[in-house]
Each structure stands twice: as C-alpha cells, then as structure tokens.
C-alpha cells in the first residue's frame, strides 16, 4: 500500500514536470495541492484546539473545585467535555492523519533525477548543500539561501502562534522555537534540493494559511464557545432562582 502511494505521488510529480518543463515547478505544485487536499484537516484540527483553550479556564475551575474528589472530578469533567462536544484528542488526529502525506511527499522528492533544476536557481535538485559545499561557497550559495530560508519560515509560525499563548508559556515558546529553527537548517543541510524546496513551499503555505485562514477559524470557534460557556451559566443561575425556597410567613397568635 505504501510503495503505491509512492508511486501514485511520483508519477504525478512527473506528469507536473512535463506539464510545467521544470522539476522544481513540480515540487512546488504537487505541494500546494497536498495543501489543499488536507486544509479541511487543518482546519478541523485548528477549531479543536481553539475550543480547547476556550474550555480550559472552566476545566480548571472544575479540577480545582473538586480536587479532593477525584471520583467527582472526572465525572464532572467527562460531563462538562460531553456537554460541549469536545474531545481532547480531536485536535491530535487530523495531524496523524497527515503525517504519511508528508512522509510520502518527502520521499518523493527525494526521487527526482539528477538533472532535475528548479528555474536555473538551483543546479540540480538532487544535490544537498553539504554536497555543494565540495565545489565551493559559490556553488552551495543557493542551497544555503534555500537551508535558511527553511528555518526562518520554521520559526515565524510559532511567533505568530504567541498571542494565543499564555504569559507565563510565551519564553518557552520562544525558546522553542529557536530549538526548532535551528534543528531544521541542520536538518536541512543534508537533504536534496527538492526536498528543500518541497517544505520551504510547505513553509510559506503555512505562515499565509495561519495569517489568512488559522486565525479567523480560531478566533470564531473561542467566540462561539465562550459564548456558549456565557450562556450556560446564565441557565445554571435561571435554575439556581428557581430553586430557591422563600421563608414561609409567620402566623400571629
């Protein structure tokens, strides 16, 4: 099953190189349409998490309430997640879902022929910039360029993910990021052009979907949520009232 999905990919990949007349092109348009094809998983995957942070505040309050109780607890957690249809797993699996896309692009592009270029840019998509470095610094310029601009756009999605991250999380995240951005122009530095080029396209697809689409699906599914969390406790205290007993009136002897 995997080795026809590989080939499934890379005939497609083909068949855009002879379209477009360049192999880098290619790259760059098979990823786009793996983008597309898994923005509905994005997405859904974005509205979990945005529900998420919208519910913790309560479902702190609740751990915190009964905290001395843990059978109590988790029945009222389970039935605060049940009321709200939430499922802390939901934001998890439209990305496991994804990853063997990924996996499989990444291969892929690590299976162009060696005379593939991108534009005349790149040389040859097959070679890495620690295999360019051998012919000299003018040689590898290009696949540096390309090494480092994977890492940029690595670490400009997690600052912008910082206004939807708490204070006391925003220097970790920070921290993080770095981590991460500099893991990647390692990583980077071994991998053929194409696969390069392939998450530099994937990179940038990212940070415009988080600026354009992310944020707006975030932003509508906190609003939404917290406005039902509003008018779930405006019925607790309706029913609170109603319950209530007024004092029966004293008969005078």
Not at 123 to 149: C, E, K
Not at 193 to 218: E, N, P
Not at 225 to 247: C, F, I, M, N, Y
């Amino acid at each position: 099953m995997w080795d026809w999905f590989i080939d499934f990919l890379t005939m497609i990949l083909k068949s855009l190189a002879d379209i477009c007349g360049d192999w880098g092109i290619a790259v760059i348009v098979l990823t786009i349409i793996i983008r597309l094809l898994v923005m509905p998983l994005m997405n859904k995957s974005t509205a979990s998490s945005a529900r998420m942070q919208a519910l913790q505040p309560k479902m702190m309050e609740i751990q915190n309430k009964y905290a001395d109780d843990p059978e109590r607890q988790a029945e009222e957690l389970r039935k605060f997640t049940a009321e709200n249809k939430f499922n802390p797993l939901g934001g998890c699996l439209p990305i496991l879902i994804q990853m063997p896309v990924f996996f499989a692009l990444f291969t892929v592009a690590k299976q162009v022929p060696k005379s593939a270029h991108f534009l005349n840019i790149m040389p040859s998509l097959s070679q890495s910039a620690a295999g360019a470095m051998s012919h000299g610094i003018q040689a590898a310029l290009v696949y540096i360029i390309f090494d480092v601009l994977f890492g940029i756009l690595t670490f400009i999605p997690m600052m912008m993910n910082l206004q939807n991250t708490p204070d006391e999380q925003r220097q970790q995240t920070m921290i993080m990021g770095v981590v991460m951005a500099v893991m990647m122009l390692w990583f980077g530095w071994s991998v053929p052009g194409a696969v390069l080029l392939y998450y530099d396209a994937s990179a940038v697809w990212q940070v415009v979907q988080q600026k354009v689409v992310t944020q707006r699906v975030m932003d509508k599914v906190k609003a939404e949520t917290e406005a039902k969390l509003a008018q779930q406790g405006q019925s607790v205290q309706v029913d609170v009232v109603r319950k209530e007993h007024k004092p029966r009136p004293h008969k005078k002897n």
